[in-house]
């Protein structure tokens, strides 16, 4: 009798708990197999996860102003070069195993970082650095290859677990990929087959001068691929937060005085990727590619797919980003059907029985990658329509998960891939165009290109990193490596009886949660 009342006192006690606790429901499409700051911030998927887990030394507020987050104050100069500078560490923060984070694991997560088998994409960035190394258990010192007044910017790296991690160099089979033990807010509650769950870390909460609201205890993240219900759950109050609503769903939201809207920045692009490895595929030709370009109209797909919620882009950088470059030679390849298909005739491509364009015997026949979702279906949906229109055939898609579909880029298993890709803070193309980089899935070779990514890495001066962003968007455009798409609107949808205050970050969506507010149930 009384292990029956003490169970009962318990399960009252845990119902309570849960009634009490104060949690966060987002959804995904899918749930990120990687969700490590290395490989998991490849998609944005992954990267909102990572924003909850981990926090580097240094990081961007909603202003977009540099807050310390691991680091303690500003880094100090050493001396009057600009080029040395000391930081420091809190003395109290801590792992989510309870360990306390150390200039060691600054020092060992550079290592890693900077190691060629790791395939980190953020490299060049930490190649600004010429030394980093630890002055006791809370302190790092840093060595500049050139002169900077802002160091913190070069300091937003991942930082790793080095008490965990023995290996020199990193790989996504690491089980610290699958279920990492962070430093951030929110610490690895749980896996699950349609969910992902986050506990409040309170050690973090009690010593960070970033923590102003914070009195979220969970956060949720469930995976909900069909999209057309989204707005029913949160108006139902089934989900608090849909972390980019659908942008053929917006105007759903409008009139709903229980649910907030906001627009947020999106330094994403959305681009066709032309796989140029294989010496023998059509996809070589750049009159092909210009082809294939004058033959979209990407302002029909965005007016169709997104309502007019998307801006066209020249080149590599998205709209609104530091190289974005508006005029270069817009008209080149605006959308011209007839100007495509002469094109074709010009360089002595010839019609098939079917209708589709031949050349030196080849069919200008194309299969198309993506990772699966109603969204990149309506958008292939709508380039195989334009491509069949100037005789161009794209296959039936390849539609893989996030992971398969990487791996498909890799091994370049495909002819053209819709791809989103995710450059970090400092809008680091280079990984995706310079020559010599494992992420290059295009092979695309640009001597030039490769010149002026090189003079843009190892100058801070922003005039001069201007110049060769602004050189680099133009030459990229002119090549035609890919069909470049569109920078989309962004926006959050929540449920404003239990959250307000938010302001979702651009790339790290989580970053600021500690500065929301949780308003009740």
């Not at 190394?133 to 010192?141: E, T, Y």
């Not at 994403?268 to 595929?281: A, L, Y």
């Not at 059509?282 to 997104?306: H, P, S, W």
Request: with cysteine.
């Amino acid at each position: 009798m009384k292990r029956a009342i003490v169970f009962l006192l318990l399960l009252y006690e845990s119902i309570i708990s849960q009634q009490s606790e104060k949690s966060l429901k987002y959804y995904e499409i899918i749930l990120p197999e990687l969700i490590d700051p290395v490989y998991g911030s490849e998609f944005m998927i992954g990267r909102r996860c990572t924003s909850l887990l981990f926090r580097s030394l240094y990081g961007f507020n909603g202003a977009r102003q540099f807050v310390d987050l691991v680091a303690k104050g500003n880094p100090v100069p050493i001396g009057t070069d600009g080029r040395h500078f000391s930081v420091n560490i809190k003395p109290s923060m801590k792992w989510h195993d309870g360990q306390p984070i150390t200039s060691g694991d600054i020092v060992r997560s550079f290592q890693i970082l900077t190691n060629p088998a790791t395939g980190y994409s953020g490299v060049e960035l930490l190649r600004r650095f010429t030394k980093v190394s630890a002055d006791g258990p809370q302190k790092i010192l840093i060595e500049m290859r050139e002169r900077t007044d802002s160091p913190e910017y070069f300091l937003i790296f991942p930082i790793l677990p080095s008490h965990l991690l023995s290996v020199t160099a990193l790989d996504p089979s690491n089980i610290f990929c699958r279920h990492p033990v962070g430093n951030g807010p929110f610490k690895l509650l749980k896996k699950e087959i349609s969910t992902i769950s986050f506990r409040r870390f309170d050690e973090y909460s009690n010593v960070t001068s970033d923590n102003k609201n914070t009195n979220i205890d969970k956060v949720i993240l469930e995976e909900r691929s069909v999209q057309q219900v989204w707005i029913s759950d949160l108006k139902s109050n089934s989900v608090d937060i849909l972390v980019e609503v659908p942008l053929n769903l917006v105007t759903d939201l409008d009139g709903l005085t229980s649910v907030g809207r906001k627009e947020y920045p999106n330094y994403e692009v959305d681009m066709f990727g032309f796989n140029m490895r294989d010496p023998k595929s059509l996809l070589n030709l750049r009159f092909v590619r210009e082809a294939i370009y004058r033959g979209f109209d990407r302002q029909k797909a965005i007016d169709t797919n997104y309502r007019g919620r998307a801006d066209i882009i020249t080149g590599p950088y998205p709209f609104g980003s530091y190289y974005y470059w508006g005029s270069v030679a817009k008209v080149e390849y605006d959308y011209d059907p007839n100007r495509a298909i002469q094109i074709l005739d010009k360089n002595g491509c010839k019609r098939n029985a079917g209708g589709f364009f031949v050349y030196n015997g080849n069919p200008l026949s194309f299969n198309i990658l993506a990772v699966r979702s109603a969204e990149k279906s309506m958008i292939i949906t709508s380039f195989q329509k334009a491509m069949k229109n100037i005789g161009i055939e794209i296959k039936d898609p390849i539609y893989q998960t996030a992971d398969v579909y990487k791996s498909y880029l890799q091994t370049g298993n495909f002819d053209i891939a819709l791809i989103t890709p995710n450059y970090g803070e400092d809008f680091d193309i280079s990984p995706l165009f310079d020559s010599k980089s494992k992420y290059n899935y295009w092979g695309y070779k640009s001597t030039t290109v490769d010149e002026y990514f090189n003079k843009l890495h190892n100058t801070t001066d922003p005039n001069i990193r201007l110049q060769y962003g602004h050189s680099i968007h133009q030459k990229i455009h002119e090549d035609i490596p890919c069909l470049f798409l569109w920078t989309k609107k962004k926006f959050v949808g929540y449920n404003k009886a239990k959250i307000s205050d938010i302001d979702p970050h651009p790339l790290d969506f989580f970053l600021t949660i500690n500065e929301w507010r949780y308003t009740g149930e």
